[in-house]
């Protein structure tokens, strides 16, 4: 019997294989995209996915490893350009941003208003 390695090994071959014949046939899918983003040039690529309808989630670390104030130059530029495109941006802990493209919308849930009661489980 094949072990779980095995399975998924046989499993990233097909995949590989399938997506070179179906990236050109499916232009209308939605990617989620994970990348790290390491300078300010990266921002690039993430517009043009953003633009081609894709979700990224970048792992902001490795450039604020490099410069605090190029990380919030980033975050500044991609906010603008997310508005601009009416997509959408939110940050995913300490380290990583989510940015989504128009026809996604990020869910945020509403802090409770100190007048109105806390609803609780009975």
Same mark, same amino acid.
């Given at each position: 019997? =094949? ?5 998924? &090994?046989?499993?990233? $071959? +097909? ?5 070179? *014949?179906?990236?050109?046939?499916? =232009? @209308?899918? *939605? ?21 081609? @309808?894709?979700?990224?989630?970048? &792992?902001? *670390? /490795? ?13 500044? #530029? ?7 495109? @009416? ?5 995913? @802990? #300490? #380290? $990583?941003?989510?940015?989504? =493209? ?6 945020? +849930?509403?802090? /409770?208003?100190?007048? #109105? =009661?806390? /609803? *609780?489980?009975?």
């Amino acid at each position: 019997m =094949p072990g779980l390695s095995e399975l998924f &090994r046989k499993y990233k $071959r +097909e995949e590989k294989v399938e997506k070179k *014949t179906k990236a050109k046939e499916m =232009p @209308g899918k *939605t990617f989620l995209k994970a990348m790290p983003l390491r300078d300010l040039s990266d921002l690039d690529a993430v517009k043009n996915e953003v633009r081609s @309808g894709n979700i990224l989630i970048l &792992r902001i *670390t /490795p450039l604020a490893n490099k410069s605090i104030e190029d990380v919030k130059r980033a975050v500044n #530029e991609l906010c603008e350009f997310v508005e601009s495109v @009416g997509g959408d941006i939110a940050r995913l @802990g #300490e #380290e $990583r941003v989510v940015v989504c =493209p128009p026809n996604v919308k990020i869910w945020r +849930e509403k802090a /409770p208003v100190a007048s #109105e =009661p806390i /609803p *609780t489980a009975a």
